[in-house]
Nanobody
Framework: QVQLVESGGGLVQTGGSLDLSCAASGVSLSTYTVTWFRRTSGKDHEPVAAVSADGRNTWFGAFVKGRFSISRDNAKNTVHLRLNNLKPDDTAVYYC???????????????WGQGTQVTVAP
């Protein structure tokens, strides 16, 4: 059974930074594109960033505007999302999931984890 665990969220001031981690059990992430999503109350999961299986290709939502970076450590079966210059609009629960390739990054192959809350104070 695949289980995704997101961590690293917290409360920061505007302009602050956070490092989010996505860990998986029951599956090796190394052959999948991994996408970070975020969700606010009443809205669907919004893709934030994605990284291809080999780490060579990345994608970011237009709203990111160079503030975030994504990386993966296939040896540790984890994917990281670095959030910089955070804004109150970034407040959301952040989730990770997987796709077969970066062309289908908005798909999610496995059940959602619990996510990690990011709160950005004005």
């Amino acid at each position: 059974q695949v289980q995704l665990v997101e961590s690293g969220g917290g409360l920061v001031q505007t302009g602050g930074s956070l490092d989010l981690s996505c860990a998986a059990s029951g599956v090796s992430l190394s052959t999948y594109t991994v996408t970070w999503f975020r969700r606010t109350s009443g809205k669907d999961h919004e893709p934030v960033a994605a990284v291809s299986a080999d780490g060579r290709n990345t994608w970011f939502g237009a709203f990111v505007k160079g503030r975030f970076s994504i990386s993966r450590d296939n040896a540790k079966n984890t994917v990281h999302l670095r959030l910089n210059n955070l804004k109150p609009d970034d407040t959301a629960v952040y989730y990770c999931n997987a796709a077969l390739d970066i062309a289908t990054l908005t798909s999610h192959l496995w059940p959602w984890g619990q996510g990690t809350q990011v709160t950005v104070a004005p």
